[in-house]
Protein backbone atom coordinates (compact mmCIF):
# COMPACT_ATOMS: atom_id res chain seq x y z
CA UNK A 1 0.00 0.00 0.00
CA UNK A 2 3.04 2.29 0.58
CA UNK A 3 4.02 4.06 -2.61
CA UNK A 4 7.09 5.73 -2.75
CA UNK A 5 8.35 8.48 -5.43
CA UNK A 6 12.06 10.42 -5.82
CA UNK A 7 12.78 13.42 -7.29
CA UNK A 8 14.94 15.94 -8.47
CA UNK A 9 17.55 16.82 -10.94
CA UNK A 10 18.84 13.78 -13.49
CA UNK A 11 22.21 15.77 -14.02
CA UNK A 12 24.95 17.03 -11.26
CA UNK A 13 28.00 18.80 -11.93
CA UNK A 14 31.23 18.09 -9.91
CA UNK A 15 31.13 19.85 -6.30
CA UNK A 16 27.56 20.72 -6.57
CA UNK A 17 25.04 19.35 -4.19
CA UNK A 18 22.99 16.60 -5.48
CA UNK A 19 19.44 16.93 -3.91
CA UNK A 20 16.71 14.44 -4.14
CA UNK A 21 13.31 14.25 -2.28
CA UNK A 22 11.31 11.22 -1.83
CA UNK A 23 7.32 11.57 -1.63
CA UNK A 24 5.46 8.69 0.35
CA UNK A 25 1.66 8.07 -0.16
CA UNK A 26 -0.16 5.77 1.66
CA UNK A 27 1.37 5.92 4.76
CA UNK A 28 2.94 8.63 7.34
CA UNK A 29 6.93 9.28 7.80
CA UNK A 30 6.21 9.97 11.12
CA UNK A 31 4.44 6.27 11.90
CA UNK A 32 6.30 4.08 13.74
CA UNK A 33 8.12 1.69 13.66
CA UNK A 34 9.16 2.52 10.17
CA UNK A 35 12.21 3.94 8.82
CA UNK A 36 13.58 5.95 5.34
CA UNK A 37 16.46 5.38 3.97
CA UNK A 38 18.56 6.65 1.25
CA UNK A 39 20.30 3.54 -0.70
CA UNK A 40 22.40 4.05 -4.00
CA UNK A 41 22.93 1.50 -6.44
CA UNK A 42 26.79 2.79 -8.98
CA UNK A 43 26.66 0.74 -12.65
CA UNK A 44 27.58 -2.39 -11.99
CA UNK A 45 28.06 -2.59 -8.66
CA UNK A 46 26.02 -3.71 -5.68
CA UNK A 47 23.46 -1.42 -3.24
CA UNK A 48 25.15 0.78 -0.87
CA UNK A 49 23.38 2.41 2.10
CA UNK A 50 23.65 5.84 2.53
CA UNK A 51 21.57 7.56 5.16
CA UNK A 52 18.04 6.77 7.05
CA UNK A 53 15.73 8.53 9.08
CA UNK A 54 13.24 7.01 11.33
CA UNK A 55 9.49 8.33 12.53
CA UNK A 56 11.11 10.21 14.82
CA UNK A 57 13.35 11.90 13.15
CA UNK A 58 16.22 10.55 14.27
CA UNK A 59 18.97 9.79 11.62
CA UNK A 60 22.28 7.27 10.78
CA UNK A 61 24.55 7.62 8.24
CA UNK A 62 27.18 5.91 6.32
CA UNK A 63 30.64 6.78 7.39
CA UNK A 64 32.12 6.52 4.42
CA UNK A 65 29.32 9.67 3.56
CA UNK A 66 28.52 10.96 6.17
CA UNK A 67 30.47 14.42 5.93
CA UNK A 68 28.68 15.23 2.76
CA UNK A 69 25.20 13.60 3.61
CA UNK A 70 22.00 15.71 5.00
CA UNK A 71 18.48 14.24 5.44
CA UNK A 72 16.01 16.28 6.36
CA UNK A 73 12.18 15.71 6.46
CA UNK A 74 8.72 17.65 5.89
CA UNK A 75 5.96 16.02 7.93
CA UNK A 76 3.45 18.21 6.29
CA UNK A 77 4.17 17.36 2.91
CA UNK A 78 5.07 13.26 3.84
CA UNK A 79 8.46 14.42 2.40
CA UNK A 80 12.31 13.36 3.12
CA UNK A 81 15.19 14.71 1.25
CA UNK A 82 18.54 13.95 0.44
CA UNK A 83 21.63 16.25 0.17
CA UNK A 84 25.04 15.42 -0.93
CA UNK A 85 27.23 17.96 -1.55
CA UNK A 86 31.20 17.75 -3.29
CA UNK A 87 29.93 15.54 -5.49
CA UNK A 88 32.27 13.66 -8.23
CA UNK A 89 31.79 11.19 -10.79
CA UNK A 90 31.95 8.72 -8.49
CA UNK A 91 28.71 9.76 -6.92
CA UNK A 92 26.88 8.20 -10.25
CA UNK A 93 24.33 5.75 -9.36
CA UNK A 94 20.54 5.34 -9.31
CA UNK A 95 19.29 6.45 -5.99
CA UNK A 96 16.16 4.73 -4.41
CA UNK A 97 14.24 5.85 -1.51
CA UNK A 98 13.00 2.96 1.24
CA UNK A 99 11.23 1.95 4.05
CA UNK A 100 11.86 -0.83 6.56
CA UNK A 101 10.62 -1.69 10.31
CA UNK A 102 14.39 -1.04 11.40
CA UNK A 103 17.56 -0.03 10.62
CA UNK A 104 19.40 -1.61 7.96
CA UNK A 105 22.94 -0.71 7.33
CA UNK A 106 23.83 -3.22 4.76
CA UNK A 107 21.40 -3.85 1.93
CA UNK A 108 21.96 -6.81 0.21
CA UNK A 109 18.87 -7.13 -0.84
CA UNK A 110 15.45 -4.97 -1.28
CA UNK A 111 13.92 -8.04 0.37
CA UNK A 112 14.90 -6.21 3.92
CA UNK A 113 12.87 -3.19 3.05
CA UNK A 114 9.10 -3.23 2.79
CA UNK A 115 8.73 -0.78 -0.07
CA UNK A 116 10.97 0.44 -2.80
CA UNK A 117 10.53 3.85 -5.31
CA UNK A 118 11.37 3.15 -8.70
CA UNK A 119 14.84 4.91 -8.22
CA UNK A 120 16.27 7.62 -10.25
CA UNK A 121 19.37 7.99 -12.19
CA UNK A 122 21.74 10.50 -10.95
CA UNK A 123 24.68 11.28 -12.93
CA UNK A 124 27.64 13.85 -12.16
CA UNK A 125 28.77 15.29 -15.16
CA UNK A 126 30.65 18.64 -16.51
Known amino acids: QVQLQESGPGLVKPSQTLSLTCTVSGGSITTSPYYWSWIRQPPGKGLEWVVTMNYSGSAWYSPSLKSRTSISRDTSKNQFTLQLSSVTPEDTAVYYC??????????????????WGQGTQVTVSS
Open 98 to 115: ATSKGLVINPTTKNLYDA
